[in-house]
Nanobody, 117 residues
């Protein structure tokens, strides 16, 4: 089991920055991929960025160059630095882990990010 708790969301204006944090605990040594997802009202949950344990990062096109995913191993925390925020970035953001050996996903409770125009 992996427990994930997000923090750092809020209401900002277009062009502002936010940094989301995800504190992880439990069986994190078995995690192969860390990720951030988001879900807007009436829309499916979609991946935003992923970070594999080999260091490879992937981003969806709409956030590439504006968002940065990173992890602090010592603090067992995953981050999502979001710069140049746009109203279309408004969503609930979820932290996620995936393990290849168990094929299991774990999710945080989600945190609201609202960007006003």
């Amino acid at each position: 089991q992996v427990q994930l708790v997000e923090s750092g969301g809020g209401l900002v204006q277009a062009g502002d920055s936010l940094r989301l944090s995800c504190a992880a605990s439990g069986s994190i040594l078995g995690v192969d991929v860390w990720g951030w997802y988001r879900q807007s009202p009436g829309q499916p949950r979609v991946v935003v960025a992923t970070l594999a344990t080999n260091g490879i990062k992937n981003y969806i096109d709409s956030v590439r160059g504006r968002f940065t995913i990173s992890r602090d191993n010592a603090e067992k925390t995953l981050y999502l630095q979001m710069d140049s925020l746009k109203p279309e970035d408004t969503a609930i953001y979820y932290c996620n882990t995936y393990s290849y050996s168990s094929s299991r996903y774990f999710w945080g409770q989600g945190i609201q990010v609202t960007v006003s125009s």
